[in-house]
């Protein structure tokens, strides 16, 4: 055969590099801070660099824990002969999404008896955000959405991507008292208008680690109920707040018992150590079991418009502990041990702090729960505490409580001591 010859194959002599693009007016986006500070950490030199940014958790060394349970069940399933790479469907593992339906609503939810709610696997529990976002704008024609002052960052992305016009805040976080502005928060959703979606953090709230009392939430429910207000739950973090995977989810559990419909985002890239695989699930609950075929079809229409299918492997992994009494009973026990270390790197940077005599009120380190700590230090601080002690965390003073140990506690606490003394704050 002979060659074959294509007209300007080396490009048209007319066209040069930059020439009226159709992306020219395109501005840069900004960077995501958490990953940039995390990329600059494993780029520092420093023999005494300290990571407090990424949520996730780390042993007493230092190192990323992959939970013993996960560890044996991803060893079975590599080693034995029913290993898959097939695709699963659009709403993925029935017995993933089942299992982790009851672990939130509860062996003995009414909802669940009453088959009016369900749940379906999702890219970890953003993409849960967004499916869940994405149906209530196509679907239920729900427009505006209520985000926590402050909260999560990628609740800023996702639900406007997803098609919400409107955007507004509710008061979350007293920077004062160090506490949670329950009244703020109460009469900012008083006046939000009916049908707006108001985004709650079922427990470990993220950044600032101050959750509502019982009695809080039983206020805010009040409120939404009387406003005619829609909850969707973000459950990031059950079983590692408190150590207790019951106690965790009581807030969506109440929500329920009071006739809501809701949806919940859930994750188990915390509370599994499954951070990249991506597990997550959508919790829909109704008031009546007949929407639930319609609503099951839009969905997965959506998903396959999307992503197509969820991902298989970490999936298989969190569905054999999760319908597996032994294996549930195990990861339990080492959700306790994540919880118990946490606790006590609190208190050890709480005693820390006030046995140096670090100007301020520290008690709200311990009053917290979680991973994060919302410290109060000001922006200043933490550059002086990334330039001058190589100790990287967000600019808003949020610490993962997961990168402290014995090893590190007090050289923390003497580099917060210094920026603090260096550059003084009324709101510490």
């Known amino acids: 055969m002979s060659d074959m010859i294509y007209p300007y194959e080396n490009g048209h002599p007319d066209v040069r590099l930059g020439d009226d693009s159709l992306f020219s007016t395109v501005e840069p986006a900004p960077p995501v801070e958490i990953f940039a500070l995390h990329k600059a950490y494993h ?41 898959s790479h097939e695709y699963l469907g659009q709403l993925g593992l029935e017995e993933l999404s089942s299992a982790a339906t009851k672990l939130l609503l509860g062996s003995d939810s009414i909802a669940l008896k009453q088959g009016r709610a ?25 427009k505006s959405f209520y985000m926590a002052d402050p909260c999560w960052p990628s609740h800023h992305l996702v639900f406007p991507y997803a098609g919400f016009a409107i955007c507004r805040i509710y008061r979350y976080w007293h920077s004062m008292k160090k506490c949670l ?67 965790d989810a009581w ?34 609950v109704f008031k009546d079991p007949e929407v639930i075929p319609n609503v099951r079809s839009h969905i997965t229409m959506m998903i396959r418009g999307n992503y197509c299918n969820p991902p298989r492997h970490g999936a298989g992994i969190a569905t054999r502990i999760l319908n597996d009494n032994r294996l549930i009973d195990d990861w339990k026990n080492q ?38 700590c919302y410290s109060g230090l000001t922006e200043q601080q933490v550059k002086y505490l990334i330039q001058e002690y190589h100790i990287y965390l967000p600019t808003a003073g949020r610490i993962n409580i997961c990168g402290l140990n014995d090893k590190n506690v007090e050289f923390v606490a003497k580099a917060i001591n210094d920026a603090v003394l260096t550059f003084p704050s009324n709101d510490i």
């Open 118 to 142: 369900f749940g379906v696997q999702t890219v970890g529990g953003t993409g849960a955000l967004r499916v869940g976002a994405e149906f209530l704008v196509k679907c239920a024609k729900l």
């Open 251 to 284: 807030p969506v559990r109440y929500f329920v018992s009071r006739g809501f419909e809701l949806l919940c985002a859930q994750s188990f890239s915390k509370n599994m150590g499954l951070y990249s695989e991506r597990v997550g699930n959508l919790t829909l």
């Open 181 to 247: 502005n329950i009244e703020g928060l109460l009469e900012d959703l008083r006046d939000a208008p009916p049908g707006s979606v108001v985004i709650l953090h079922v427990c470990a709230h993220n950044p600032t680690g101050i959750d509502p009392s019982k009695d809080q939430w039983m206020r805010i429910a009040d409120v939404m109920q009387e406003g005619r207000l829609f909850p969707f739950f973000d459950c990031a973090y059950q079983g590692i707040a408190s150590g207790d995977l019951e106690k």
């Open 335 to 372: 959700l306790k041990t994540i919880s118990i270390r946490i606790k006590r790197m609190r208190w050890a940077l709480r005693t820390k702090l006030q046995e140096l005599g670090t100007p301020g009120d520290w008690d709200h380190i311990t009053r917290q729960i979680g991973m994060f």
């Open 43 to 83: 780029e520092d030199k420093s023999p005494q660099k300290v990571d407090l940014t990424i949520g996730a958790y780390r042993d007493e060394e230092g190192r990323p824990w992959v939970l013993p349970v996960v560890r044996q069940v991803e060893e079975e399933i590599t080693s034995g002969q029913n290993l």
